[in-house]
Structure formats: structure tokens, C-alpha cells
């Protein structure tokens, strides 16, 4: 368990981590008052939990009216009253899963998102105000001072953080200003998922100096995978990431969905193989057969109808099918497939070896999953455990953990970041050569190649949260005035090349993050004409490009001198920028 020192903030303050999973989501916080240790707890009583089995997550449901407002919100969504009125006024219910049905009219991802966000402010207000004496009170001493942080999986980039942000201020979480903004805090639920381990007893004693351990957070929706090293060399000690984090598509809900469509095939010819029956047997095997499976050897059962409803050629009896386990085993088998080669994939990049392996996540709970990764991990010499029983709760309080402790000091680069640029023309490379019908002169007289790569951030890389990574680029215009503005993309390079020098050789493989730009207009007017192919006269803008990896999201920038001193800005506008 971490020790932690007093807040040493001067006004109580209140944080709250909400994760928002693809079948459950929670809510944790921590109170900061000035002068006293932070403690976390969780959220633990949400409206009609008793349909979930449990009171520390709600199923991520939304049931909206047929004018696209939201009605009903996590358990109350699957009372019987809800139900009923849903489908007498034909409601539309949106589940974060892979049954996803037609979204409302007008409505998107962010306006679910948003609608869910509001929902689990208002359980934690509720349940802060209800569960500590004075509670109205308590609530109404933070005011403004909420800082939120938000989960995600560890494959979410740059445009999926924008948009989470984007819901948290239409969810009206913060103001939609730069004091807003600064109150909320992305975190991956990798990194979110250490923080939990680390405040866990039964973890504790693999984190030690020179010991290299692996989180395997298993989800509803995603496997994320990522490995820290834990230095003492600094004080208190932290931890580095020391391979780039795995985010595969094989969560729980993949489970269930290979079980429906085992069940259509199975039961073809039976008169309890309709689409209904199917989904009937599909819920329950989510609900409960799926959670209580553990070994191939024994049978497992969906219950689904009465005592009279059977079909001995089909093993239903007293309304129950009968399944042989090793049918169940296939179900899970691509699952723990896809984590063991997430694992393996780790290992094999990983700087420092990796002595211990901690499974945490929704997921993680299955003592099927557990035995089949032990039963791999093991024999290659690792230490394999899940922390403790309440895996569900990992990420909302590893979340709330790494916002008050900031354990992790430097992460890997996923992919390579870099620009689209042109590049000086050298007939003496073959590549430029084979290129040079899509050469462009520049007003300087020279001769550039379009469609060249600059990488600025490779792939691997260890990155501290203080470190920037910049390179120089230039602009030439015939116009000062064209001069005012600068601007280029930001693109991820997500191939399997150590040095990839073409945007257009791989092209799947290169995506534009974002737009980074500058107002260089002041400076614009100062820069001195140059004279260039038959006399003409042209201009030269010189700027950097600067990324930098600040906590989990990446920061772009454009620098350029001005007056002798550097300025940063950012703005949209197209030119051919050129490495130097």
C-alpha cells in the first residue's frame, strides 16, 4: 500500500476517476483536505445494483426516448418497469458492446458518452452526499475544485482523447476553457491498472528495484498490456515503461459473441434455434455461464426456459442446454490467444526483463482465463497472480492512484511520430531518382521531393514527461505575406520500418493525428528578401516542430524565434515544408 504524504494543498479539493467500460463502468474518488493523507474510495452504491450482482459497477446502458433524450441509465435501465415502458413507448437502448444498436436520431458516440458522463457525476454526488455525515454539506465545500480523471484503453490516440475531453465539458464536468481543461487528467487503463497494483498488499512484493513486471488489464472490451521497471535512483521510487503498450480487441464481449454464434449453428434444426431463444441463451451464458466456467473437463449450462421445454437431440432438458466443456474452452481460446501473444510481443521488446505478471480487469475474474495464462506463464519462469477478487474496481482506482502518486516517469513510444515534407533533391539516391517526375522547384531555384516522411519521435523510444523531441524545417514563399502563417500535420507512422522515409510507400500505414500552426506575422514582416532562380525574389522561414509527451497525450507544437526570443503557437494552413 502506498504511504502518502499529507495534501499540501491550501482548499479541500475532490477527484474523481470515472472508467467507462465496454460492459460495466465505475466510479472512485478521493477527497484532499489540507494537512491530511489522501485516501481513495470507491463508489459502492449506485441505483438498482441489485440487477447487476454487484455494487461497485453499473453496466455502460443508455435507453433513449424516440426524440433522442436519455431515459434510463445503467441498472435502471434493466428493471422490469424501465423494460416495460421502453417498449411501449419504443425506446432505443444503446449498449457499449458489439450488439450495438441504430444510435437515435442525431445522436453520435460523443452524445452517448457525454449523456453517461453527466450520469455518473450525478451517482457521485448522490453518494457522496448520502455516505459521509454532513454529506450536502461536504459536497457543497469543493465548488469548482473537481478535478476529473478519465480512463481509456491504451490503443486510444490523440483524436480519441479530444473527443473524451469534448464529452467532458458537453457533460458540463468542466468549462470549455484553459482552467477547464487543466481539470482533467487522461490516463490509460494500463497505466491506471499499475497504480491499482501497486496499491494492493498482495502485489507489493513484485514491485521491487530491478524487477521487471507486466499488467495484464482484461476488459469487457480490450486486453491492454503494459510492462514497467522500477528504479530506486530516484525518490520515491518510479517506475519506466519499458516496452510500448499493447491494446488487442478480444475483451469479454468477444466471449459472448463467439457463444451466440456457436449457439445459432448448434441448434439449427431445433425448435429452440430462433433468433429469440438464441438471445435468451446468449444473455444467460453472459451472465452466468461464462462467469462460472473454469475447467474443459466439466459440462457447463444455460438455463434459458421452463422444466417443460426440452430437446434430447439437441442436450436441452428442463429448459436448460447442456454444453461439453471443451465447447466452452473454444469460446475463450482466441482470447487468451490474443493475450499470450500480447505478452509474448512484450517480452520480446521489453528493455528489462520481466520477472512478474499481474492480471487485473473484469475479465481477469475468470478462473478459466487465470488457469490457461498461468498455465503458459509459468513454465517460462514468471510469477503470475491476480492482486485481489475485486479486479472490476483496477482501473477507476488505479486512476484516482495515479493522479495523487504519478509513479510512472517515462513511457515507449507506440508508433513512430513525425511530418509529410519535401526533401532536397540528390540525384545520387536511387530513390529520388525513381521520384523525380514528381519533383517540384522551389522559388530558391532548388529542387525538392514531395511526399518524404521526417520522423521526429521513433518507435521504442523512452520518453520522459519534461523531454522534447524537435526538429528544424523550413518554408519558402514568392510572397512575404504567405509568410504569416505556418502550419503542418503531425502523422503516425504505425508500420513495422525502423526508418520509413515515404508517406506514400506504406500509405495504410501513415495517419494524420493533427494540424499544428503558427502566426508567424510579426516576425514575417522582419524576414529580408533572398533572390532565388533568375533573379526572383523569395522568402525563407525557418520553425521546429516540438513533440512532447506529457503524462499520457502527446503534445505538438511549432517554435519559431522572434525578437530574439522563442514563441509557440498553434494555427491551420497549407505549405510545402521542407527538412533541413
Known sequence: MTEREPYAGTARKLVLAFDVGTTYSGISYSILDPGEPPVINDVTRFPATDRVGGNSKIPTIVYYDREGNPRSFGGEALQEATLELAEEEEWSLHVDDLDI?????FKNAIDILTDFLGYLFQCAKRYIEESHANGRDVWASFGDNIDFVLSHPNGWEGPQQAQIRRAAVRAGLV????EGQARIRLVTEGEASLHYCLESRNAADGFRDDVGVMIIDAGGGTIDVTSYYMTSSESPPTLHEIAPAECRLQGSVFVTQRAGQHLREKLQ???????????????EFDKTTKLRFSSPNDPSFIRFGTVRDRDLDYNIRSGQLKLPGNEVAALFEPSAEAIIAAVEDQREVATQPISHVFLVGGFGASDWLFARLRDHL??????????????????AKGAVAFYLDHRVSARVAKFTYGTRCAVAFDRNDEEHLRRASSAIPRPSGRTVIP????AILCKGIAVSETKEFRKDFIVECAERNTCDTIATEIVCYRG?????????????????LCTVHADTSRVSRTLSPRRGFAGMQFYRQQF???????????EAQISWVEDVSVHTSTVVFDHVVEAI
Do not use: Y
Not at 434455434?273 to 444473455?283: A, F, H, Q, S, V
Open 451 to 454: 511526399n518524404a516522411f521526417s
Open 101 to 105: 444498436p441504430a444510435l437515435p436520431p
Open 175 to 178: 468549462p470549455d476553457t484553459p
Open 269 to 283: 434444426g431445433s425448435r429452440f434455434g430462433t433468433e429469440e431463444d438464441i438471445n435468451l441463451m446468449k444473455n
Open 544 to 554: 521546429s516542430i516540438v513533440l512532447k509527451f506529457g503524462l499520457t497525450e502527446l
Open 496 to 512: 513495422n520500418s525502423r526508418n520509413p522515409r515515404w508517406a506514400d510507400s506504406e500509405p495504410a500505414m501513415f495517419s494524420n
Open 378 to 395: 509459468e513454465p517460462l519462469g514468471l510469477q503470475f497472480c491476480r492482486p485481489d477478487g475485486h479486479t472490476n474496481k483496477a482501473v
